[in-house]
């Protein structure tokens, strides 16, 4: 069970039907295919051999679609990286991953031409741009491509146990982590999704997130497994998203909550734009339950949500689920197991909170190179989390946050999406992001973060004290609130908790 064959079977039986569209491309699968293999020769060319890692330091575009399906006919383990990677970063995942080659875009010139002393595994010849202005000492991706046959290649002879990517974790929460899926891995999501989002080879999915990072795989996978269509933005513009859905008809969209969020409050919104979806999908952060109501008031029938580990567990709460489940985050999908254990190990009762374990047909080997971590993540088959939840009578999932994000004021647990579920009502607040700082009476205390909305005459002072006034308890006051302009994200839209609390800490 592999994915490598996907592709070249879509090109043989559905040659003509529409693949790919990126900006003003559009590929059928009988082109991606030639393009692929393409690529696939030029590797093979350049003395790559299976199990050989490539890297990407590319944004969203045909070059990095294309690599992901050039390593899934090779056997080459494919290597992720965010462009907007720093350089101690950037050298870190290169040496940690044992990349030979790197795809980049031109733009991360400068930035490899300055670590390249650092990567000793890395051969001079096996640095490849993509776009203009390639410098000397790297080969242009048009160059290398050039001269290589668009026929299939050799059979690599891929078994459902080789691995075919290494994803690093996103670093809202840390050091980044190898994490390995094999193509086994793969070939599941390939199933599981389609099956779960409903998905035929008629289905049309947009995605405008970045497709470095995991999530993207829920969508991308059962697309290629489907032989369905794929249109791919190159940044996220929530106009542009609107008018895609609208004049692509598409039926399957994933977002995470920032981007639900601006375009439920886009000027160009209108629900009827938007009728063509079957799926809106929210992922990467619990979206809260203010936003939630909007969908299901103007897009009846469509919202799904789903909780999930990159390390290999998920929890989806379906759109025929969601408003009698107000607040859950699903229940686990066919061969997928949950638990939520204490900290003793020991399983926790109805509406108990502790901490949410998994085991699945998608879950990781292991962190690449690390298995005194992956020990510590996997105990008894069972994937440990880090976060706190329950379940139900019925056996729903309800999170309760991030137990990394918990504070701890006055010896009592503060659940920062308890706050951030009562700041999302006043009107003037647009997004809310609460957590805790070092406190000298307390040991912690929350503060609340939001943006606002267009025109809102709320002051700092006024909404802490309209906060204060409406929380369950106490202990949940928030010492201060913090007005911006806008959330510290990464790549994927994940709002970046950890970077806010030190930008606080050190006003």
Not at 40 to 46: G, K, P, Q, R, Y
Not at 64 to 83: D, E, F, H, N
Not at 301 to 316: A, H, N, P, S, W
Request: hydrophobic share 40%; with cysteine; glycine share 8%.
């Amino acid at each position: 069970m592999h994915i490598g064959a996907l592709l070249t079977r879509h090109a043989r039986y559905r040659p003509d039907y529409p693949a790919l569209a990126v900006g003003d491309q559009r590929l059928t699968f009988r082109e991606l295919n030639a393009r692929v293999n393409r690529l696939v020769n030029a590797l093979l060319a350049a003395g790559l051999r299976k199990g050989d890692k490539i890297a990407t330091v590319l944004p969203n575009g045909l070059e990095l679609m294309t690599a992901y399906w050039a390593a899934a006919k090779t056997g080459l383990v494919i290597v992720p990286c965010s462009p907007l990677l720093q350089e101690s970063g950037l050298a870190t995942l290169l040496n940690d991953s044992d990349t030979a080659l790197v795809l980049a875009d031109a733009g991360a010139a400068a930035t490899l031409n300055r670590i390249r002393e650092q990567l000793p595994a890395i051969r001079a010849d096996r640095y490849v741009l993509v776009g203009k202005g390639s410098p000397p000492g790297f080969r242009p991706y048009a160059d290398f491509v050039a001269t290589a046959s668009a026929d299939e290649p050799p059979d690599a002879r891929l078994e459902s146990g080789d691995v075919y990517n290494i994803m690093y974790s996103s670093g809202t929460t840390g050091a980044p982590k190898g994490i390995v899926h094999t193509h086994a891995v793969r070939a599941s999501y390939c199933t599981l999704f389609a099956a779960a989002w409903r998905m035929t080879p008629e289905s049309v999915v947009l995605h405008a997130g970045s497709i470095v990072f995991n999530g993207a795989m829920l969508t991308l996978m059962p697309w290629m497994f489907l032989g369905c269509s794929y249109v791919l933005h190159e940044a996220f513009d929530p106009e542009a998203v609107i008018d895609a859905i609208e004049r692509e008809q598409a039926t399957h969209v994933l977002m995470v909550p920032s981007q639900i969020v601006a375009i439920l409050n886009s000027p160009a919104f209108r629900p009827e734009r938007l009728r063509s979806l079957e799926m809106l999908q929210s992922l990467g952060a619990p979206l809260l339950l203010e936003y939630k109501s909007r969908i299901n008031e103007v897009l009846p029938g469509r919202f799904y949500e789903l909780y999930g580990l990159t390390e290999g567990f998920v929890t989806i709460l379906d759109k025929r689920d969601n408003q009698r489940k107000a607040g859950s985050v699903g229940a686990p999908p066919p061969f997928m197991e949950l638990r939520i254990l204490d900290e003793n190990g020991r399983d926790c009762g109805v509406g108990e909170v502790g901490e949410i374990c998994g085991r699945s047909p998608i879950m990781m080997p292991g962190y690449y190179k690390k298995p005194e971590l992956t020990e510590k993540a996997i105990i008894d088959g069972w994937l440990h989390s880090g976060d706190a939840g329950y379940v139900d009578e019925d056996g729903y999932l309800f999170l309760v946050d991030r137990i990394k994000d918990m504070i701890i004021s006055g010896g009592l647990n503060v659940y920062p999406r308890d706050i951030e579920e009562i700041v999302i009502r006043h009107p003037d607040v647009n997004e809310v992001a609460v957590f805790g700082v070092p406190d000298a009476r307390w040991g912690e205390t929350p503060v609340a973060a939001v943006t606002l909305r267009p025109d809102a005459k709320a002051t700092a002072a006024e909404l802490k004290n309209w906060i204060n006034g409406r929380v369950d308890a106490k202990f949940q006051r928030v010492s201060d609130v913090v007005i911006m302009d806008a959330f510290p994200r990464n790549v994927a839209g994940k709002t970046l908790k950890r970077e806010m609390r030190e930008q606080y800490r050190g006003r």
